[in-house]
């Protein structure tokens, strides 16, 4: 929402209108009925940041924020899945900004989730932006799930090759008298 407000250079005081007219379904309830409690024109002379803070305590009550801390401190990437991962951090890190305030924390607990063998080169590759971070990921993700497929494909072409050549070579199997 402040990227938005920047964005159309929404003056001050019309913040929390501006904002308040994108609220959908239940949340457009609540700031109605918040309305008719304290009336209109004291609702809209809220600012920004008292508004916030109404927000989170009707909609991000203590233990929810809890359940995203730890989930974005055991977030990491799972089954080779970038997209996921990536997309599930910047979800976590927007929502509870307390954790990585700073790019630099964002940076850091983003590489901490990779996978050992990527995560060791991301370090040395030293990325100073979460999108460069994500970007050399990916790129070393690609490679090693390329380099996995072509093994994969000359392990497969081996095996089918021994096994045309040991066709019709074995011995037949004998059969025990009892």
């Known amino acids: 929402m402040e990227t938005v407000f920047h964005i159309s250079n929404c003056p001050e005081r019309y913040l929390v209108k501006y904002a308040?007219?994108?609220?959908?379904?239940?949340?457009?309830?609540?700031?109605?009925?918040?309305?008719?409690?304290i009336g209109t024109d004291v609702a809209?002379?809220?600012?920004?940041?008292?508004?916030?803070?109404?927000m989170t305590e009707v909609y991000c009550?203590?233990?929810?924020?809890?359940k995203m801390e730890t989930e974005l401190w055991n977030l990491s990437v799972k089954n080779n899945d970038m997209a996921t991962y990536t997309?599930?951090?910047?979800?976590?890190?927007?929502?509870?900004?307390?954790?990585?305030?700073?790019?630099?924390?964002?940076?850091?607990?983003?590489i901490g989730g990779l996978p050992d063998n990527i995560q060791g080169n991301v370090i040395a590759a030293e990325p100073t932006r979460l999108q460069d971070a994500v970007r050399i990921a990916n790129h070393l993700m690609d490679k090693k799930l390329k380099d996995y497929a072509v093994r994969n494909a000359e392990n497969k072409r081996r095996l089918d090759t021994n096994h045309?050549?040991?066709?019709?070579?074995?011995p037949p199997l004998k059969r025990h008298n009892t």
Request: charged share 30%.
């Open 61 to 66: 009550p203590r233990n929810e924020i809890q």
């Open 20 to 37: 308040t007219c994108t609220l959908l379904d239940s949340a457009l309830t609540w700031w109605n009925s918040h309305k008719r409690i």
């Open 164 to 170: 045309r050549d040991n066709h019709g070579q074995q």
């Open 44 to 54: 809209y002379a809220l600012s920004w940041r008292e508004l916030l803070k109404l």
């Open 87 to 110: 997309q599930r951090f910047q979800e976590l890190t927007m929502m509870y900004t307390k954790m990585v305030p700073e790019e630099e924390d964002q940076v850091e607990k983003f």
